[in-house]
T-cell receptor, first 114, second 113 residues
C-alpha cells in the first residue's frame, strides 16, 4: 500500500508570508502527527490530529496550526513566517495514534524561509 | 540529501562489525521506547520498539536493550552493512499518545566498506 505522502517536497518562502503543507496518511490510518526537524533542536512534536480533531499539541506558537479532513488527509499552516521556521516538516500517520503504536513517516517538506 | 544534524555524535564502523548505538532518555515515567533510522532525504523509519516491562527485544539483525535503572537504551546492529549508514534516533513515550513522544538528538552511523 502507498506510504505517507507529503507535498510539496521543497518550499522557499519569504519572511512574513504564510505556507500550507499537506500530508496524506496511509489508507486506513486516522491519526496524523506533525513534527519539525532542525539541526539544533532535532525532532519536535507540533500537533496530532485524529478523526478531524486536534488531540495533542506541542509547545509551538499559535502561528503554527493544522487541520484534518474527513478522509484523514491533514494540512499544517504556518503564518507570518520567520527565518527560524526553516526546517524539515515531517508528518507521521498511524492507525490509532496511541503512543505504543508504530507511526509511519513521510519524506518531509523542506521549508526554507529567506 | 538532508543534513538532519550538523553536530551529531558519529559512530564509524567497518562493514561486518557489530554496532552499538546508545541513548539516554529523560523521563523515568516513560514506558515505551522506539528506535528510528533516518536516511538522507527520507523520513524516520521504525526499526524496533520495546516496552518498559522488558529489558531486551530482538528483531532481524537488531537488538534493543533497556536499562531503566540508569535510563539508558541501546541499539545493537549485527553484521553492519553499508545500507545501515544513517542517523539513528531513540524516542521515548510517557503519555500514551503520539504527543508525548520525545526524540533524542540522534547518532550518525557511518559504515566503511
Amino acid at each position: 500500500k502507498a506510504g505517507v505522502t507529503q507535498t510539496p517536497r521543497y518550499l522557499i518562502k519569504t519572511r512574513g508570508q504564510q505556507v500550507t503543507l499537506s500530508c496524506s496518511p496511509i489508507s486506513g490510518h486516522r491519526s496524523v502527527s506533525w513534527y519539525q526537524q532542525t539541526p539544533g533542536q532535532g525532532l519536535q512534536f507540533l500537533f496530532e490530529y485524529f478523526s478531524e480533531t486536534q488531540r495533542n499539541k506541542g509547545n509551538f506558537p499559535g502561528r503554527f496550526s493544522g487541520r484534518q479532513f474527513s478522509n484523514s488527509r491533514s494540512e499544517m499552516n504556518v503564518s507570518t513566517l520567520e527565518l527560524g521556521d526553516s526546517a524539515l516538516y515531517l508528518c507521521a500517520s498511524s492507525f490509532t495514534g496511541g503512543g505504543d503504536t508504530e507511526a509511519f513517516f513521510g519524506q518531509g517538506t523542506r521549508l526554507t524561509v529567506v | 540529501g538532508e543534513n538532519v544534524g550538523l553536530h551529531l555524535p558519529t559512530l564509524s564502523v567497518q562493514e561486518g562489525d557489530n554496532s552499538i548505538i546508545n541513548c539516554a532518555y529523560s523521563n523515568s515515567a516513560s514506558d515505551y521506547f522506539i528506535w528510528y533510522k533516518q536516511e538522507s532525504g527520507k523520513g524516520p523509519q521504525f526499526i524496533i520498539d520495546i516496552r518498559s516491562n522488558m529489558d531486551k527485544r530482538q528483531g532481524q539483525r537488531v537488538t534493543v536493550l533497556l536499562n531503566k535503572t540508569v535510563k539508558h537504551l541501546s541499539l545493537q546492529i549485527a553484521a553492519t552493512q553499508p545500507g545501515d549508514s544513517a542517523v539513528y534516533f531513540c524516542a521515548e513515550n510517557y503519555g500514551g499518545s503520539q504527543g508525548n513522544l520525545i526524540f533524542g538528538k540522534g547518532t550518525k552511523l557511518s559504515v566503511k566498506p
